[in-house]
């Protein structure tokens, strides 16, 4: 008998179960009645972030070279008895998996033979299998995605942002490593990370779809061995207030200049419903202030400063949070000062009410559009497990939420974070 | 008032509308659709600028539309697409399909105008981002690699032409030249339709709408091609770039086979390079490690299959023998039993997917409609089910490489993994 809730949203007509399983891996299981497609996700608390551990066991941290979970995240893709995508492709499901900062992430979706794909699922990210002889192989492969996103101005002008923005937390190590950094990875090296974090109590597996809980439960049943419930620690890293620089120039292949502008969190606090509140609140003011029916918009819109490409978004993790401002420009300069301007002027004259009000109606739109896709779906629990708190609780804060919260978060926002400013543009011709 | 394809299905937390706009591909229409598709957005008369526009939308509980100009074989279409929460999503009981219906047509039958043509400052801003979008397509090199491949494969053919139009084209452009074309566009250009949510109520607003504003009601179909192979010896062409890696698109045509039996021409192309156990992915990068990426894309419209790999300049040679060689495996018949029934199920697996996708149904319906075909999907996956090792392999000797295209990555003196 496995130890099931229920938890419902009556709004948007929506509920998810979840499991504590034994093995000590939490199951969330989201019902989507009548949908073609089902998925699962299964990720680790692991990710570029994480440069060095220790277990009780050890006596000293181990050091890890610069991109090692991105490998580890390939290498999990191939088993003694095969690539995982020679089995997937039995079921015809579309199988992936991502490396970002402080996460690894293995899913896939399908639109037949759910519980032999999530079988698979299991059996390959639960059972490692390195080789000296495979890991040479991924090492020519992985150099090659290295240089295409080394060829990516795009990539490039975000990591000089985040690199030039913190000055010692590893959120500002390339996710993939280099070239040199993959090269010193060895199979043991690849044992020992995978058995500190690919620990079920360190991981978390979300499922969607038309499905049955109980064939979910069979299948992870299977698969699922006891935890080994060790406690993997990380050397402390203090970061100042500051950034390491205000500014990074880069010159690559690109048209027009490209830009990043970031803002480093001011508060440090990115778990639990206090987070919560503070993202909602968040979201809240970067559309009211940066988006596209705000008066800064439009102004840099028609005078061309910017364009259509133009975003800003909250970016965090479980340790880490900034802001980063994104588009083309010609004058990325002018466009921070205009940002900064607005700043000012917003903490001077507030916001009014009915910014507020579509601000709302907006965000709950967005929150309610993403469930109705299995994959926005796995998405969206990856997201709130890593900040520890519920899926519906975004839009239960959405509720409480108000104008003065708002203006008190732009107070901390718009104070004084520090900033960085990143441009991307073509060698100036001699 | 014509066909609109409605599906009507609860599945779905919006409602969707898709309105989709016609014109064959040609360097003379080009331009000025794409400078369309970015004008209309700047405002409409009764509801205002931009801004005003987008305050709305967050109003309407995060509605959203776009206007897009895309290409779509040898068509370009202006495509204005509608999404928004059903009412029972919302909160307090609010309703705003009306609303968003209205706001909707708005922006496509009442654009804002100045002195009865486009305003001067919307049209020169919005020539000014053509521009830089045309100038930006070099900095996602995967995909510039495949429109400079195409371009040279197309050369003087409706196909070879660039959707975002030309510069020259561009500057000649003027408020009142444009504003002629919206209307021969909005009166005259043919009309595809698609409602997918609540259906039938929907479908009926839509096409009062329709029929208030006074579209075509003619249609527009692909037309047959020639079935005389254009045979000529590859072309090869190349550009370098300071870049540290090298991007190939090889560019196919496929033949007679692949037009009579579209279901065979798609399976053909998912086994040799259009999913992770591909021949393509399996060998060139699998198992020598070539490259990151090396994948084919079909294009059933057009009958032509596009190649597209990065790798390291020196393996350009290695590179092109494999793919050529996986292609004369496939001619061969050496497919195995596996090989071909996991191609089967993938494909499969991605026509069972558009059932969850509103916009995937609207461009399924679209497709369908220049085919002069109904919208049958059940019936499509049963021709997949249907297809044999032969017809595949009958396909593969139907095609020819045509262009090869080589975006040539030198960084001085850089030395490879």
Request: with cysteine; aromatic share 10%.
């Amino acid at each position: 008998m496995h130890d099931v809730s229920k938890i419902e949203n009556q709004k948007i007509g929506a509920c998810y179960y979840l499991v504590r399983h034994p093995s000590n891996l939490p199951i969330y299981y989201f019902p989507m009645p009548g949908k073609a497609k089902a998925g699962a996700m299964i990720f680790t608390k692991f990710g570029s972030v994480n440069c060095n551990f220790k277990t009780d066991a050890m006596d000293d941290y181990m050091e890890l070279p610069d991109g090692i979970a991105h490998f580890l995240e390939h290498k999990l893709f191939e088993g003694k008895d095969g690539n995982a995508f020679d089995f997937y492709a039995a079921t015809g499901a579309k199988a992936n998996a991502y490396t970002s900062n402080d996460r690894t992430a293995y899913y896939f979706t399908t639109t037949d033979g759910f519980y032999e794909s999530l079988d698979i699922l299991l059996r390959f990210v639960k059972h490692p299998y390195f080789t000296a002889e495979n890991v040479e192989k991924e090492k020519g492969i992985i150099a090659q995605e290295i240089k295409m996103y080394d060829d990516e101005p795009s990539w490039q002008g975000y990591l000089s942002m985040v690199q030039g923005l913190y000055q010692n937390h590893p959120v500002r190590i390339d996710i993939a490593g280099t070239v040199e950094s993959i090269g010193t990875i060895t199979d043991t090296m690849l044992y020992d990370c995978y058995n500190a974090f690919y620990d079920n109590q360190n991981m978390v597996l979300c499922i969607a779809g038309d499905l049955s809980l109980d064939k979910i439960l069979q299948v992870c049943d299977k698969h699922l061995g006891a935890s080994r419930c060790e406690k993997v620690q990380q050397k402390e890293v203090e970061e100042p207030k500051a950034a390491a620089k205000t500014e990074v120039v880069s010159e690559m292949v690109v048209a027009k200049p490209i830009f990043y502008l970031g803002l480093k969190d001011p508060d440090n606090c990115f778990l639990g419903e206090d987070f919560c509140k503070k993202e909602m609140e968040t979201e809240l003011l970067l559309n009211i202030v940066f988006g596209q029916s705000s008066p800064l918009y439009k102004e840099m819109y028609q005078s061309g400063l910017i364009n259509a490409e133009f975003s800003c978004d909250y970016e965090n993790g479980r340790n880490f949070g900034f802001l980063v401002f994104a588009g083309e420009s010609d004058d990325a300069a002018k466009v921070q000062s205009k940002i900064l301007q607005e700043m000012k002027r917003v903490l001077c004259e507030g916001i009014n009410e009915q910014q507020f009000l579509q601000a709302r109606n907006a965000l709950y739109g967005m929150a309610v559009r993403d469930m109705d896709d299995a994959y926005g779906v796995l998405s969206r629990f990856v997201n709130c497990s890593m900040h520890d708190i519920d899926v519906f609780s975004p839009l239960h804060e959405l509720e409480k939420i108000t104008l003065s919260d708002v203006m008190e978060r732009a107070k901390v926002w718009f104070g004084d974070a520090a900033m960085t400013l990143s441009v991307v543009r073509k060698k100036e011709e001699v | 008032m014509q066909n609109i394809f409605t599906k009507t299905t609860e599945i779905f937390k919006t409602d969707f509308v898709s309105i989709d706009f016609l014109l064959p591909l040609s360097t003379e229409t080009a331009a000025p659709l794409s400078l369309l598709s970015q004008v209309l957005g700047r405002g409409c008369e009764k509801y205002g600028e931009m801004e005003k526009i987008s305050a709305k939308l967050e109003r309407l509980y995060g509605a959203e539309i776009s206007i897009q100009s895309n290409r779509l074989g040898e068509f370009q279409t202006l495509s204005f697409d509608l999404s928004f929460l059903r009412d029972r999503f919302l909160p307090d009981g609010a309703s705003i399909c009306d609303e968003a219906v209205d706001l909707f047509f708005s922006l496509i039958a009442e654009p804002m105008l100045e002195k009865n043509v486009f305003r001067t400052d919307f049209v020169a801003q919005e020539k000014q981002n053509l521009l830089d979008k045309i100038s930006a397509v070099i900095n996602d090199k995967r995909r510039y690699a495949l429109l400079r491949c195409r371009e040279l494969m197309f050369k003087g053919e409706s196909y070879g032409v660039f959707e975002l139009g030309s510069s020259e084209k561009i500057a000649q452009i003027t408020p009142a030249s444009l504003y002629d074309f919206y209307k021969q566009v909005l009166h005259h250009a043919p009309v595809y339709v698609s409602v997918v949510g609540e259906g039938e109520a929907l479908s009926q607003k839509i096409s009062a709408k329709l029929q208030q504003i006074g579209v075509a009601e003619e249609r527009i179909y692909v037309k047959e091609q020639s079935e005389v192979l254009a045979k000529r010896q590859p072309q090869y062409f190349e550009d370098v770039f300071p870049l540290s890696q090298s991007k190939l698109c090889m560019g196919f045509r496929l033949g007679k086979t692949a037009r009579d039996n579209p279901q065979a021409a798609r399976l053909f192309n998912v086994l040799y390079g259009g999913s992770p156990t591909s021949k393509l992915f399996m060998n060139v990068r699998e198992r020598l490690s070539l490259c990151y990426y090396c994948s084919s894309m079909f294009d059933t419209l057009k009958n032509v299959m596009f190649v597209s790999s990065g790798i390291s300049a020196e393996k350009y040679e290695a590179a092109k023998s494999e793919i050529l060689y996986q292609l004369e495996d496939v001619r061969c018949g050496k497919i195995q039993k596996e090989e071909f029934d996991n191609a089967k199920i993938y494909l499969l697996d991605t026509l069972r997917s558009i059932k969850d996708s509103q916009a995937r149904w609207c461009a399924l319906a679209l497709q369908q409609g220049i085919l002069n075909k109904q919208v049958d999907l059940e019936q499509m996956i049963e021709e997949v089910k249907a297809v044999t090792v032969e017809q595949v392999v009958k396909v593969a000797k139907d095609t020819e490489l045509d262009t090869i295209y080589l975006m040539k990555g030198e960084m001085g003196g850089a030395a490879d993994a």
